[in-house]
Every structure is written in structure tokens, then in C-alpha cells.
């Protein structure tokens, strides 16, 4: 079954925390396609962060958007990262 996004926040750097409908969070980082096509425009802040959920995934007014499969394999486990973190 394909999960949702039911949540999400935008954070520093072009990455989005992003809660599924699955239980799973984790962080999405949308770096490697603000170069590709469409996505330029996500390079804008402010438009980056005019993001909203629809369809049970994030989109922009523009009708920019990731499948939620892509965010759900793209996304890295944010319990990892936070533990990566106080390793440090």
C-alpha cells in the first residue's frame, strides 16, 4: 500500500520533515532536484515554503509535487539522524 503524507514541516536547506500515513517519519531533502526541469522554481524560498499537502502528498502552486513513494524512499529516518547527531 502506498502511504500518505499526513504531515509535514519545512525545514532549513530545502529539506521537509515529513510524517506518513504509515507511522514513518523522517527527512526529505529536495536538493538534488532543484537543477531538473520543473523544480527550478522551487530554488525560491518563499515559494519553497508555500508547499501544502494534496492528494496525500506535498505540492506547490504550481503544480510541482513528489510521490509520496519517492519521499518514502528518498526520505532519511529521522530517529537515525537525531542518534547520528548526539554521537557527535
Known amino acids: ?8 514541516e519545512i525545514l532549513s536547506d530545502y529539506k521537509i ?6 507511522g514513518k517519519t523522517g ?3 529536495v536538493t538534488p532536484y532543484l537543477d531538473k526541469g ?7 524560498y518563499d515559494y519553497f515554503k508555500r508547499a501544502r499537502i494534496e492528494f496525500g502528498t ?5 503544480e510541482q509535487d513528489f510521490s509520496p513513494e519517492t519521499i ?10 537525531e542518534s547520528l547527531q548526539r554521537t557527535r
Open 1 to 8: 500500500m502506498i502511504p500518505d503524507v499526513i504531515a509535514f
Open 17 to 22: 520533515k515529513v510524517t506518513l500515513s504509515t
Open 27 to 29: 527527512i526529505f531533502d
Open 38 to 44: 520543473i523544480f527550478t522554481e522551487l530554488k525560491d
Open 58 to 62: 506535498i505540492v506547490w502552486p504550481n
Open 72 to 81: 518514502e524512499i528518498r526520505m532519511q529516518d529521522t530517529e537515525r539522524n
